[in-house]
């Protein structure tokens, strides 16, 4: 695929932390209304190369475009406001703060207003309010927790706060958004939800990188896989293409331990 044809291109990115490479010239290419998996064993990079693409940290070598613009240079914040917006893996909500909350304040880096507007309380600053609330409400309806938009984040079942902080990224319909292990502690039938509602996502028009180590979840939503291992790109290709590699089965999925038993029976 030509970098032209790109939503998210990342280029040679590389990340060290003193001595330790943790992203070592990684390139990958996110295609409009995909959902692309990033895989790998712990340590591998995973998160660390999320946080790059997020703009939490600065890369030490290469390059990131959006819809074929350089973003290198943006912080994180100014690449929310372009449309890429995230989970994280250890959730990141406010306890305290109700479900609709939670998903409005991650709306506001969207807003106009300022601390002018928000004290005399003008006319454009109450519509932007309620126009948070209302696609707040919408982002809650997406997820099926309507119900529960009252309701303490805290006091959530992990389910649904796992499906809150989804909420909260998708709220803003951003062009692209990173998931980071989504499915980290769910059951069978909760990770088959989520399955369901990336494709959703993906079909919403929001083109989705996932992190993930449930490999049900990966090969049934994703379009394409990157694997990596020791912060280096191991593998890319259809899901297909990924369980078949004699590599990533060696570094990641594990050999099928039938056949050595076989051989050994048969000695």
Known sequence: MSAASALLEAAG?????????AVDGVDLVLRPGSV?????????????????????????????????AEITALRDHQRARLGIRRTFQNL??????????????????DTRAGIFAALFRTPAQR????????????????????????????????????????????AC??????????????????????????????DSGTAVILVEHHMDVVMTVCDEVTVLNYGRRLAHGT??????????IEAYLGRDTAEPEAEAAAC
């Open 127 to 170: 519509r932007e309010e309620a126009m948070i609330a209302e696609r707040a409400a919408a982002a809650l309806a997406f997820v099926g927790l309507s119900s529960q938009a009252r309701t303490p984040a805290g006091t959530l079942a992990y389910g649904h706060r796992r499906l809150l902080e989804i909420a909260r990224a998708i």
């Open 92 to 109: 990141k909500l406010f306890p305290e703060m109700t479900a609709i909350e939670n998903v409005a304040i991650g709306m506001h880096a």
């Open 13 to 21: 990115v590389t990340r060290r932390f003193g001595g330790l490479t």
């Open 173 to 202: 319909a951003p062009r692209v958004v990173l998931l980071d292990e989504p499915a980290a502690g769910l059951n069978e039938t909760e990770a088959a939800g989520l399955v369901e509602l990336i494709a959703r996502i993906r």
């Open 239 to 248: 899901p297909a293409e990924i369980q078949a590699d004699p590599q990533v």
């Open 36 to 68: 692309h998996g990033l895989i790998g064993p712990n340590g591998a990079g995973k998160t660390t190369f999320l946080n790059l693409i997020a703009g939490v940290l600065p890369p030490n070598a290469g390059r990131f475009a959006l819809a074929g």
